[in-house]
């Protein structure tokens, strides 16, 4: 029996594999499996939920085709995973047990590989009242699902967040999602309050940056309104808090975080995090929040791909009814490839000089009016690392040197150059530049002072900082 569930299977699968991507199929396919069969439904398992979920949502179709090919006639589905929750968090038989999710396979056509996600939300109160809500919480209606271009970058991610978005995440406590700047984590994270809210909109939803969870707090401590402040994070059902790296080497706002997090953690409320980074890879940042970021899922968000980037331009100009010739949206898909963020303003800038401007958008005064993103496009992503790399190589010293204790004056004065470098050309604190060179923040700001001195008199100096900046950007 075993052996004809994996015949059948495989050749749906392979039916499945002809209409989908490679990447759509390595992800989300080739972990299944057939593991039961009759005339009614097919049980198939699956990592986890997410999987059902995603394929749900968008490749339904395909599926309900492949099974008609192979098998005559439609089938059920019921997806099997080993669910990480229980419905009794006590209840230590129940941590392992399997979950169902049950499904009819008649769902519209087939979308195009990279997409919008396109949901129908169940929506249990009027548009007007679910807008107030909108408006109260803080959240952003155009971040939607609807609105969020998906392809082999970030459907991973997306799946995630659309599962939680739904409530049907319990083992995914907290969702923590991850990426460079500009490539959709706080729209993921504004989508999620939002179809929640469309979903629940009783439920008590808070939304903000961990700046302002910051500074909220220290108001808080100057105002003697703690009880207040606590009051409305920790009573969240849906905590969705953006930029969690902002929290690093904050000691007090970590410890009234840490507490927040339980709080809502052992209610059994949902809570979302972003970060620029993994949890693991945040500078300062408690070991007990690093570990409670890592309790539930993570997703990380990866540059997206041209096609994805085509698809993003082209859903954007349809949204913000912008008109742009094919070989400009195809010569900005290709040459900003760093940001989603940087590619949409591009196109809005270029969109705004031609309506208002009246003139043709030429290569020359595209590239005239795209030069500073260009420019910052081409531009190589800079670490601490590459600094001392390149400061080393160029003085002639070792690497080890630069966070080594030795008080050499060639060595000590490369360092300061690697030091001025990093806080000038990186985002990183001075407390994370001076653990690097295994030096504290007061000996980062002394070396930056000094540099910036001698900068002032020495023309050979500034020479040579020029070089080095230039071999760092890669220009």
């Known amino acids: 029996m075993g052996e004809e569930l994996n015949t059948?299977?495989?050749?749906?699968?392979?039916?499945?594999?002809?209409?989908?991507?490679?990447?759509?199929?390595?992800?989300?396919?080739?972990?299944?499996?057939?593991?039961?069969?009759?005339?009614?439904?097919?049980?198939?398992?699956?990592?986890?939920?997410?999987?059902?979920?995603?394929?749900?949502?968008?490749?339904?179709?395909?599926?309900?085709?492949?099974i008609v090919e192979v098998l005559g006639q439609p089938r059920k589905i019921k997806w099997q995973s080993d669910s990480v929750a229980s419905d009794d968090e006590n209840n230590d038989s129940n941590k392992n047990q399997v979950g169902k999710v049950e499904t009819e396979v008649c769902r519209p056509a087939a979308r195009s590989k990279s997409k919008a996600v396109h949901k129908k939300s169940v929506i249990s109160a009027s548009d007007e009242q679910i807008e107030k809500s909108v408006r109260k919480v803080g959240l952003n209606k155009n971040h939607s699902f609807d609105t969020f271009v998906v392809g082999s970058n970030n459907e991973y991610a997306c799946a995630a967040a659309l599962a939680v978005a739904k409530g049907k995440s319990e083992g995914y406590n907290p969702l923590f999602i991850w990426g460079g700047p500009g490539l959709g984590k706080t729209h993921l994270l504004h989508a999620i309050g939002y179809e929640h809210l469309k979903r629940e909109p009783k439920a008590k939803i808070v939304y903000m940056t961990c700046e302002q969870f910051t500074n909220e707090f220290i108001d808080a401590?100057?105002?003697?309104?703690?009880?207040?402040?606590?009051?409305?994070?920790?009573?969240?059902?849906?905590?969705?808090?953006?930029?969690?790296?902002?929290?690093?080497?904050?000691?007090?706002?970590?410890?009234?975080?840490?507490?927040?997090?339980?709080?809502?953690?052992?209610?059994?409320?949902?809570?979302?995090?972003?970060?620029?980074?993994?949890?693991?890879?945040?500078?300062?940042?408690?070991?007990?929040?690093?570990?409670?970021?890592?309790?539930?899922?993570?997703?990380?968000?990866?540059?997206?791909?041209?096609?994805?980037?085509?698809?993003?331009?082209?859903?954007?100009?349809s949204m913000w009814q912008v008109t742009l010739e094919d070989r400009i949206v195809e010569f900005l898909a290709d040459r900003i490839r760093k940001s989603v963020r940087r590619l949409e303003g591009a196109m809005m800038r270029l969109a705004s000089y031609s309506a208002l401007s009246g003139k043709s958008l030429t290569d020359e005064v595209i590239e005239g009016l795209l030069k500073d993103i260009l420019r910052e496009e081409g531009r190589r992503r800079v670490t601490i690392q590459s600094i001392q790399k390149e400061v080393a190589s160029h003085f002639d010293v070792r690497i080890a040197d630069m966070s080594a204790r030795g008080r050499r004056s060639d060595v000590a004065f490369a360092r300061q150059i690697a030091m001025y470098l990093s806080r000038t050309m990186t985002d990183h604190s001075l407390v994370e530049i001076g653990r690097a060179f295994g030096r504290d923040h007061g000996t980062v700001i002394h070396a930056v002072k000094k540099v910036e001195s001698r900068m002032e008199n020495s023309q050979d100096l500034r020479y040579k900082l020029s070089i080095l900046g230039t071999r760092l950007s890669n220009v």
Not at 8 to 37: C, G, H, M, Y
């Open 8 to 66: 059948i299977w495989k050749e749906i699968s392979s039916n499945v594999k002809e209409q989908v991507s490679p990447d759509t199929f390595k992800r989300w396919f080739s972990s299944t499996q057939l593991i039961e069969a009759n005339e009614e439904a097919l049980i198939v398992h699956i990592p986890n939920h997410i999987y059902g979920l995603w394929i749900e949502s968008n490749y339904m179709a395909i599926l309900n085709h492949a």
């Open 221 to 317: 401590i100057q105002n003697n309104s703690l009880t207040k402040f606590r009051n409305k994070y920790r009573r969240a059902d849906y905590l969705l808090v953006d930029d969690i790296h902002f929290l690093a080497g904050k000691e007090k706002s970590q410890e009234e975080f840490f507490h927040t997090f339980n709080m809502i953690s052992d209610g059994r409320r949902q809570i979302v995090l972003t970060s620029d980074r993994p949890a693991a890879e945040i500078s300062d940042l408690e070991e007990r929040i690093v570990s409670r970021c890592e309790w539930g899922l993570t997703a990380g968000l990866e540059l997206p791909d041209l096609e994805t980037r085509l698809a993003i331009l082209r859903k954007k100009m």
